[in-house]
């Protein structure tokens, strides 16, 4: 089979070659490929000079099942599913059944492969945080691919949506997609928020952890400045009384035997239904993995990049 696989010596760090094709174990099904989507965290890893060369990577992949799970496990041949997983960047790809989830007939297979890692992540991450209806949420970096995700599915649930921003431009469709406030800088928030997905580290992280009110929850999911995040004593100690207030880490493998399937089912069935907006900014064939990936790099992507795989 044809796969995108490291190669330091390529441009983006990836080159366009035959592989072996996967040999499914008997708790796998094997899936045709026929969409996949970025995500920053698998482009910028590629570029890492310890990602051993030759290996397949890729994390969201939408499809069809060529040959149901040995064990039974899987969805029946012809069905069509998304997929979460480590090597989704290839016209074939095994998956247990927990790692993928059935999707409507007359689904856009590249539009709900933006759904695995960006909507997982921020589905779970605001499950953490408890009872949203009628509380003040932020999300930062919310032009992403996980916090556009984030700002559809709080609002969802009934929070206040303070959207985080760099960039002014964005703050129309942030508010269409169901942000109440937007601002460039959670330094900026007056009033206190219940809980924060944090898709940015360093300063952003301090200034929204000061933005919350007592017995918040900052949950932590990626570190898109670069920087690191300290926390200066008064953001612990002269919080205003605004005590038991909490910074939790996230990963979305962190269970290993986490079963996404029915989760991964209702974000295909919302995006396809036209109730969740997958926001793809980015869509051509694979053979153009170069240009999406450098323009997410870049930070010039706002939204999902998408790959149709021939
Ligand atoms: N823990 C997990 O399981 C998990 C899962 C998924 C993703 N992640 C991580 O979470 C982060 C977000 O993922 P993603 O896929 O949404 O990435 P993305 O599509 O690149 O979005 C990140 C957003 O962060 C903001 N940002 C970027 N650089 C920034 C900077 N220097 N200062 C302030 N804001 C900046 C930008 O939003 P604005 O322009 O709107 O500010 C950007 O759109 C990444 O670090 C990723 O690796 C972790």
Not at 113 to 142: C, D
């Amino acid at each position: 089979m044809r796969a995108l696989v490291v190669d330091h010596s390529a441009p983006a760090h990836l080159t366009l070659t035959d592989v072996p094709d996967p040999i499914p174990a008997p708790g796998e099904a094997l899936v045709r490929v026929e969409a996949v989507s970025l995500n920053y965290g698998e482009v910028s890893d590629a570029a890492d000079p310890k990602a051993p060369e030759g290996t397949v990577i890729g994390w969201d992949a939408a499809g069809t099942v060529v040959r149901a799970a040995a064990d039974g496990t899987s969805p029946a041949a012809g069905t069509r599913v998304v997929t979460v997983g480590v090597t989704g960047w290839a016209q074939l790809r095994a998956v247990p059944a927990a790692r993928l989830g059935v999707v409507p007939d007359d689904a856009d297979l590249g539009a709900v492969s933006t759904v695995p890692v960006a909507g997982l992540t921020a589905l779970h991450v605001l499950r953490r945080m408890g009872q949203l209806m009628g509380r003040r949420v932020m999300v930062t970096g919310a032009s992403g691919g996980v916090g556009r995700y984030a700002v559809q599915l709080a609002a969802r649930a009934g929070a206040e949506v303070v959207a985080i921003s760099r960039n002014p431009s964005r703050a129309d469709e942030l508010r269409t997609l169901g942000a109440h406030q937007v601002h460039t800088d959670p330094a900026a928030v007056e009033q206190p928020v219940f809980g924060v997905l944090d898709n940015v580290g360093g300063r952003h992280l301090v200034d929204a952890f000061n933005a919350m009110e007592a017995h918040g929850t900052l949950v932590n999911v990626g570190r898109s400045s670069g920087a690191d995040s300290v926390l200066p004593p008064e953001a612990l100690l002269a919080a205003g009384g605004r005590h038991d207030r909490s910074i939790r880490t996230f990963h979305l493998y962190g269970e290993p035997a986490a079963d996404f399937s029915a989760d991964l089912r209702w974000l295909a069935a919302e995006v396809a239904a036209g109730r969740l907006d997958p926001g793809i900014t980015w869509r051509g064939p694979w053979t153009r993995y170069a240009e999406a990936a450098q323009t997410l790099l870049d930070g010039r992507l706002h939204g999902k990049a998408v790959l149709d795989i021939a």
